[in-house]
């Protein structure tokens, strides 16, 4: 059963920090790139960072380059995004997924809520 996990959300004031963890299973996670996205509010999911399978090769996208560090643990199969200098376009609810040529796998999981406000 592929499933996947998000944790590590909550409420932070501008210019804080939160790190999010991924537990994914049911797949041969080493095998894939893995990406965080989020989902602000009355907005469209968007893919913020990718990590390939070794961890070598990452992207950003360009609103969060800087601020936003991916990282993976293929002997946890974990996939984890550190979020540092929040501001309050950061508020979303978060989710990892594989991508398999550019596009999620699916099976999304609950995700968790990143609120930035003072």
């Known amino acids: 059963q592929v499933q996947f996990v998000e944790s590590g959300g909550g409420l932070v004031q501008p210019g804080g920090s939160l790190r999010l963890s991924c537990a994914a299973s049911?797949?041969?996670?080493?095998?894939?790139?893995m990406g965080w996205y989020r989902r602000a509010p009355g907005k469209q999911r968007e893919l913020v960072a990718t990590?390939?399978?070794?961890?070598?090769?990452?992207y950003y996208l360009e609103s969060v380059k800087g601020r936003y560090t991916i990282a993976r643990d293929n002997a946890e199969n974990q996939v984890y995004l550190q979020l540092n200098s929040l501001k309050p376009e950061d508020t979303a609810v978060f989710y990892c997924?594989?991508?398999?040529?550019?596009?999620?796998?699916?099976?999304w999981g609950q995700g968790t809520q990143v609120t930035v406000s003072s």
């Open positions: 049911g797949i041969r996670f080493s095998t894939y790139t």
């Open positions: 997924n594989p991508l398999v040529d550019g596009i999620p796998l699916g099976y």
């Open positions: 990590v390939a399978t070794r961890g070598f090769t990452n």
